[in-house]
């Protein structure tokens, strides 16, 4: 199995050498050059979600040195649950997928454990200390942080949106120190993960450097998430014998595209609807066909606010052509009253508690048509809500227990530097002059 640029095939690479890579050379994502086909029945087989990540990963790697490394990878990544909990008194039987019982409590632990495992593991060529660089508008950077903390071969340089992410998401990026530093940068993030974009082509980084990359641009970051949408659809397909459909909560859209690829390769997932909010570049273009990134606009759900989109390019490589991806992914935008509201609503009649972002995602299944609402659908929980307790506790007027491996983190001191939003101050700091 090769990787290939979203941009010119001819950059090709073997599974180890994309993720080491993170990024094209020419600046493209890397994408499989055909979505293998999975059997279904063999998968679910599997007892540990550790075995069935590398049964799932397996024909991703092959031909790959990594394809021989993949037990041991998944088995240190994948080490705390992913729930499926039915929802009583909704509309129609419904379930929620809880991705936030990880160490830094949101579903991106999942995909950066697996990449920190994989790039300790896989022999690189290039013997010098690899350099990880991460964009995050909330929750990437604190799993990638809490993911290759303190580990010897590695340093992290995270990049956040000074005063755009919630108190708690700011104390899990910056309570780290020794070999993770934290910027906290005058802009948006889109203005860092221009950053990091543009650090990764330029010339004098790439001779001073070892660069890689830990956001959902790293095809590190997605396979693995394919992983948790195999095992919530594979127990709901053999409970009921449906394809359940999943509601996911949208931003730089790298859990939306796992769940794709996962429907892709043939595992049994209906419908998959993605929840945006107020920055609507992704709901408009599977409306319209009109791809207009723009300045991405604060919200409630901050580690949604995107407004251009790193995987749409992935996304558009695998349907070229509008129509037909408009006929595979639906997306609906939702607002921050609307939010609020679910939030509240939720609570009082289904006693279910929301952070922000999974919030979307209710608020989407309460749209849905009643006709649709007969089948099974899942709500991909991303983040606790105990990150986004000043959110969330005056809306339900209760306090929201801290998971106690949050609550470790959040009694640690912060360390982040303010950076201007130019890739000229990101190379200062990168090569010690700052």
Same mark, same amino acid.
């Not at 994408?31 to 069935?52: I, K």
């Not at 289904?350 to 709500?379: E, I």
């Given at each position: 199995?090769?990787?290939?640029?979203?941009?010119?095939?001819?950059?090709?690479?073997?599974? !180890?050498?994309?993720?080491?890579? @993170?990024?094209?050379?020419?600046?493209?994502?890397?994408?499989?050059?055909?979505?293998?086909?999975?059997?279904?029945?063999?998968?679910?087989?599997?007892?540990?979600?550790?075995?069935?990540?590398?049964?799932?990963?397996?024909?991703?790697?092959? @031909?790959?040195?990594?394809?021989?490394?993949? /037990?041991?990878?998944?088995?240190? *990544?994948?080490?705390?649950?992913?729930?499926?909990?039915?929802?009583?008194?909704?509309?129609?039987?419904?379930?929620?997928?809880?991705?936030?019982?990880? /160490?830094?409590?949101?579903?991106?632990?999942?995909?950066?454990?697996?990449?920190?495992?994989?790039? =300790?593991?896989?022999?690189?060529?290039?013997?010098?200390?690899?350099?990880?660089?991460?964009?995050?508008?909330?929750?990437?950077? @604190?799993?990638?942080?809490?993911?290759?903390?303190?580990?010897?071969?590695?340093?992290?340089?995270?990049?956040?949106?000074?005063?755009?992410?919630?108190?708690?998401?700011?104390?899990?990026?910056?309570?780290?120190?020794?070999?993770?530093?934290?910027?906290?940068?005058?802009?948006?993030?889109?203005?860092?993960?221009?950053?990091?974009?543009?650090?990764?082509?330029?010339? *004098?980084?790439?001779?001073?450097?070892?660069?890689?990359?830990?956001?959902?641009?790293?095809?590190?970051?997605?396979?693995?998430?394919?992983?948790?949408?195999?095992?919530?659809?594979?127990?709901?397909?053999?409970?009921?014998?449906?394809?359940?459909?999943?509601?996911?909560?949208?931003?730089?859209?790298?859990? *939306?595209?796992? &769940?794709?690829?996962?429907?892709?390769? !043939?595992?049994?997932?209906?419908?998959?609807?993605?929840?945006?909010?107020?920055?609507?570049?992704?709901?408009?273009?599977?409306?319209?066909?009109?791809?207009?990134?723009?300045?991405?606009?604060?919200?409630?759900?901050?580690?949604?606010?995107?407004?251009?989109?790193?995987?749409?390019?992935?996304?558009?490589?695998?349907?070229?052509?509008?129509?037909?991806?408009?006929?595979?992914?639906?997306?609906?935008?939702?607002?921050?009253?609307?939010?609020?509201?679910?939030?509240?609503?939720?609570?009082?009649?289904?006693?279910?508690?929301? &952070?922000?972002?999974?919030?979307?995602?209710? &608020?989407?299944?309460?749209?849905?048509? /009643?006709?649709?609402?007969?089948?099974?659908?899942?709500?991909?929980?991303?983040?606790?809500?105990?990150?986004?307790?000043?959110?969330?506790?005056?809306?339900?007027?209760? =306090?929201? /227990?801290?998971?106690?491996?949050?609550?470790?983190?959040?009694?640690?001191?912060?360390?982040?530097?303010?950076?201007?939003?130019?890739?000229?101050?990101?190379?200062?700091?990168?090569?010690?002059?700052?």
């Amino acid at each position: 199995m090769r990787f290939l640029s979203t941009r010119d095939a001819s950059h090709a690479a073997g599974l !180890g050498a994309a993720i080491a890579r @993170g990024l094209a050379p020419d600046g493209g994502l890397y994408v499989p050059e055909r979505l293998p086909t999975v059997d279904p029945a063999t998968l679910a087989a599997n007892e540990t979600l550790a075995g069935l990540a590398a049964d799932l990963l397996r024909p991703f790697a092959a @031909g790959d040195a990594m394809a021989a490394l993949l /037990p041991a990878i998944t088995s240190d *990544a994948f080490n705390f649950p992913a729930p499926l909990v039915d929802v009583q008194g909704a509309a129609g039987p419904l379930s929620v997928l809880e991705l936030f019982h990880g /160490p830094t409590a949101a579903f991106k632990d999942f995909g950066a454990r697996f990449l920190a495992a994989t790039l =300790e593991r896989v022999p690189r060529p290039d013997p010098r200390r690899l350099t990880i660089l991460v964009a995050t508008s909330g929750d990437t950077g @604190g799993a990638v942080a809490a993911a290759f903390f303190d580990r010897p071969w590695v340093d992290v340089v995270v990049l956040y949106p000074k005063g755009l992410v919630s108190p708690r998401q700011e104390k899990q990026l910056a309570c780290w120190g020794r070999n993770v530093r934290t910027l906290a940068v005058a802009g948006t993030f889109d203005d860092c993960q221009r950053m990091v974009k543009e650090a990764f082509v330029d010339p *004098a980084l790439a001779r001073d450097l070892l660069l890689s990359s830990a956001n959902s641009i790293n095809v590190g970051r997605l396979l693995p998430q394919m992983v948790y949408y195999a095992r919530a659809s594979l127990a709901l397909h053999a409970a009921d014998g449906t394809a359940p459909g999943f509601i996911i909560p949208t931003g730089n859209l790298g859990n *939306a595209l796992a &769940c794709i690829w996962a429907r892709e390769i !043939g595992l049994p997932i209906g419908d998959i609807v993605l929840a945006s909010n107020a920055n609507l570049a992704v709901p408009e273009f599977l409306q319209t066909g009109e791809w207009r990134p723009r300045p991405s606009i604060a919200t409630l759900a901050s580690a949604m606010d995107v407004g251009n989109p790193s995987n749409m390019e992935r996304l558009r490589w695998l349907f070229p052509e509008r129509e037909r991806l408009a006929g595979r992914v639906s997306a609906q935008s939702v607002s921050d009253d609307e939010i609020r509201e679910t939030i509240r609503r939720d609570h009082r009649e289904l006693g279910q508690t929301w &952070c922000p972002h999974t919030a979307t995602a209710a &608020c989407v299944y309460r749209r849905l048509d /009643p006709r649709r609402t007969g089948r099974r659908w899942v709500l991909v929980a991303t983040a606790h809500p105990a990150k986004f307790n000043d959110i969330v506790e005056p809306l339900i007027g209760a =306090e929201v /227990p801290v998971p106690p491996a949050l609550a470790a983190l959040l009694a640690l001191p912060s360390r982040q530097v303010e950076v201007e939003a130019r890739l000229e101050a990101l190379r200062e700091i990168l090569v010690g002059r700052a």
